[in-house]
């Protein structure tokens, strides 16, 4: 009797146990991982881009060359139906500019960038007023007449202090300034500045508009808090020229039963015209190309397509997200998920989710324990695996039609940093973070592609 119950219950246990989803990838999660980490080919991937082509900014010949490059080496790597997609794009050409401190004590040069979109000067020299905020721009709006408003916003987060960089010129222009100036957008100065996108409200007086290093605009904050009126002369050579062409790069592993259904992960190929644009993108172009290039030379063909896209044009337009989107057509609901990586590669975290709550789930149960052993458990990022929360500029469009969206997470502290400076250098860039990315991420895009539940959308 006794030894009845016991087999009833070891029977109901067993009926209850709960198998673990994410074995049935272990097989091949070990497969990528030890290909992924044998070499450093995705770092040296990396380097030769940048060493080669330099910054990539749209509307350079610099930048089709580099995608010219990278379809070759995509065809080389045996992706299918590799492509160059056209895209019309907006030309800003930043020509020569300076920024100089006239009064007090004679010309002294202030390190700038002019911000993408601006239009330029021969030459302006008027009083500075500095503020500190859109606020005390608006009290003291009767002081801002025939000047140059220089913002002064330390640096907080990205989100909060980015607004003076892209809205910062409308603001002064209509406050009366002749131009306008800001505190680069970065957590430290190292008489580095950073540049950036800035936009005119429709309608509104176009002035020029640029960044100066933290120390420049300290510099006019202190002689203005002594009771001077710092005089700076701005010349600036910068004009937007008629629309030109571009390409987002596309690079495909075809699915082996649901062809029609597709994993899209990149990144964006353009960057800024200073640096090398490696932590923003290159890094993250290349991690998520590799990624793919690895499934198809260990042979690994998932169910569903997966679909590597470089785009084109986002620090300046997002032209290529927008030409991408549409060429999907009106209907999303076979694309399983997208990921984009887009804020450096460091050492790697996890990855955010942008979706529900049910389809995070979904997705850890079967990821997290295959790629925990890559992750950095301790950061200030967050609790390393795949947390709510994610996405990225160049998948927004197909995040706002319901797809769920992920980004890579890296331990980014430094990211800020390096954005859209002269800095952001190979040299930032550490070979074995960049190879645990590639297989934390062609681990993920396997699950994805391979799985055969489906994601859910619309959230």
């Known amino acids: 009797m006794r030894l009845a119950l016991l087999a009833l219950l070891v029977a109901a246990g067993t009926a209850h146990a709960q198998p673990d989803p994410s074995e049935r990838y272990a097989e091949a999660t070990a497969r990528i991982v030890e290909a992924a980490l044998a070499d450093s080919a995705a770092f040296d991937r990396v380097a030769l881009l940048a060493d080669t082509f330099g910054p990539r900014f749209t509307g350079t010949p610099a930048l089709e060359a580099a995608i010219d490059q990278i379809l070759a080496e995509m065809r080389a790597d045996g992706l299918e139906n590799v492509r160059g997609q056209p895209v019309t794009v907006p030309v800003w050409v ?15 040069d202030l390190p700038m960038l002019g911000l993408g979109g601006s239009v330029g000067t021969p030459g302006i020299e008027a009083e500075v007023l500095v503020v500190g905020s859109f606020d005390e721009l608006t009290a003291r709006v009767g002081e801002a007449r025939g000047r140059i408003v220089l913002f002064d916003v330390p640096f907080t987060s990205y989100g909060e202090t980015v607004p003076y960089r892209v809205g910062g010129a409308s603001a002064a222009a209509e406050a009366g300034a002749v131009a306008s100036l800001v505190r680069s957008v970065g957590p430290t100065g190292l008489s580095t500045p950073h540049t950036g996108v800035m936009r005119y409200a429709d309608g509104d007086r ?14 006019l904050r202190r002689i203005q808090d002594r009771g001077e009126r710092p005089v700076v002369r701005l010349a600036m050579s910068a004009e937007t020229r008629a629309d030109g062409l571009s390409r987002n790069v596309i690079g495909e592993l075809r699915g082996r039963e649901r ?8 990144g964006h190929l353009d960057s800024w015209d200073v640096g090398q644009g490696v932590h923003d993108d290159l890094a993250g172009c290349v991690v998520t190309w590799e990624a793919v290039a690895l499934l198809n030379r260990l042979g690994l063909r998932p169910r569903r397509t997966v679909r590597v896209a470089l785009w084109t044009n986002e620090e300046n337009g997002l032209r290529g997200a927008e030409t991408f989107r549409d060429s999907l057509g009106a209907d999303v609901s076979h694309v399983q998920l997208a990921l984009e990586s887009d804020s450096g590669v460091f050492t790697p975290v996890g990855f955010g989710y942008g979706g529900s709550e049910a389809g995070r789930q979904m997705l850890a149960a079967r990821v997290e324990p295959l790629i925990r052993d890559l992750l950095m458990a301790d950061s200030e990022v967050g609790p390393a695996g795949i947390t709510l929360g994610g996405g990225g500029a160049d998948i927004g469009p197909l995040m706002r039609d319901g797809v769920p969206g992920l980004s890579l997470r890296t331990d980014n502290g430094d990211y800020f940093v390096y954005h859209h400076t002269p800095a952001d250098t190979v040299d930032k860039l550490d070979p074995a973070d960049v190879q645990r990315a590639v297989a934390a991420t062609a681990v993920l895009i396997w699950v994805a592609a391979e ?3 489906r994601l859910p959308h619309g959230e």
């Open 94 to 108: 930043r020509g020569a500019e300076s920024a100089t401190l006239v009064t007090p004590s004679g010309d002294i």
């Open 451 to 453: 799985m055969p539940e």
């Open 259 to 266: 062809p029609d259904e597709v994993v899209i992960l990149g």
């Open 206 to 219: 176009q002035i020029p508009h640029a960044a100066l290093t933290a120390e420049a605009s300290g510099i």
